[in-house]
């Protein structure tokens, strides 16, 4: 009897001596690649959650793989029995908002009046000419996140939108957190990370239903250092106190005046027009960066008068206080528990994620599960169901310790996925950065929670969690429901209008320059709301706790 893999889910026989690519080939898995199984593309990884001690050894291929991650044309079964679980960094479709919803600047309506024109036949970037062609203009709004990337294709002329796509962020093999990846990237200057995103942007942009090299503009938000990354800048200073991008302090020596980056197709190792221009939106400062000024310009912030607060959580959580009159903006290192990392049995919004628990009365757990069947994992809407259940019914305290009980929960009898104390610290960390920062902002702004017109949940994360329950466990301030807004993808909004607008590209520079950064880490109270934050309770009003 073989051992077995199983695989995005699937099931495959594993004969000692062949490789998880084979397996996986086995079953119709598609595992990407660009140099056939010949170990040289560095793009088939996958993450190995079970079973690795009937794997072989790493070839040298793999030297610039640790923890979890393999090359699945690299890695051999060695063993005649056994499971080994492991899934690709394109396991199917991730519950991974394409736009945004309910925000005051859409695309619906909207004239284009984008970079890239047509004169006769000549295509045209700011009206110098880089092709001729009587063919479709198309444009790319890019948001590279932390652990996933999100794409939409729009027809510049028309404004009209093509096609989206949505994947795991492949640069989690460096580990799932900012400070990981500029840490990596610090000891592997090969530019191993950039490869292996533009080499997964490769794939999904050829599987777009257009020439590529139709595509003559990409507009990418992202952090500042998903952002800079991508770019080829030099990371380090990133992740040392003050905490700014390079861009920012070439800004201060008088070298450049924005912060944001222009590259070509080409040297962005893309398969679109080779001359095509591909944007960085501007960052605002430290790890505020362009995905948070993607957001602005969604809110329509340089046109309102109301108050209106943006929360994008996240791996790097985003924050924004303000109007067209003063915006404050600051960034929470919270880690990526909330996204399912750092979680036992955590995993992104996936077919087979748990998306919501609810506790009966007689302690049963009822699941709803992202398309039906057995739980492979839980997700973040549906961590922040099980706390908040936790909680309602004194099987948890404030302070996440399980009452009368083990210090693990078997979440489903039909698969082994679980939810454990040490789980609850990781979620309770991140929970506390974000309140912390949710403090420093309001205190420094000088309004109360109740102060908000408008509170924007932007992000897939924020679209789908329990308002309730996030405000039970302290997530997210007690504002009054009509005020929440759950607005999804903000940021990936705000990059496909500064990609069709020109005037609104414009209008995000001047925004950018007109924030104002808290560095959270400086406010005399940080530890206190921290601290304070990490305790799963209603958060306290602003202007009581920084009084």
Known sequence: MPATVIINGQSAPAPSGTTIFECAEGIGVRVPTSCQKQGKCKECLVEVTAGTDALSARAPEEKHLDGRFRLACRTAITADHGEIHCHTMRRGEMRIDLAASGMPVTLEGLKPDAAVTRRGDAVCIEGEEIERSTGPIYGIAADLGTTTVVLRLFNLETGEFVAGASFENPQRFAGSDIMARIHYDSLHPGKQLRRALAAYLTHAIEEFPVDPRSIYEMVVVGNSTMRDLFFRQNVHSIGQSPYRSITEIQMEEGKRTSTA???????????????????????????????????????????????????????????????????????CPAGPAFEGGAIACGMPALSGAIEDVRIGQDGSLALKVIG??????????????????????????????????PERIELDSRAPVYFSESDVNELAQAKGANAAGLQVVFANYGIDFGRVDVFYLAGGFGRHIDLEAAKGIGLIPPIAPERIVQAGNAAIEGASLALLSRSRREALGRMVRQVEHCRLETHPRFFDFFVEGCLFKPMEAAQQVAG
């Open 261 to 331: 980056l222009v590259e070509t197709g080409r040297r962005s190792l893309l398969p679109i027009h080779p001359r095509a221009r591909v944007w960085g939106a501007p960052v605002i400062s430290g790890h505020v960066g362009a995905d948070a000024a993607a957001c602005m310009l969604a809110a329509g912030l340089d046109r309102e008068e109301r108050i209106v607060a943006v929360m994008d959580i996240g791996t790097n959580t985003e924050l924004i206080v303000g109007n067209r009159h003063r915006i404050l903006a600051a960034s």
């Open 372 to 405: 039906g069947g057995a739980p492979q994992g839980i997700c973040g809407s549906g961590l922040v169901a099980l706390l908040g259940e936790l909680l309602r019914t004194e099987r948890m305290n404030e302070r996440g310790r399980f009452e009368d009980g």
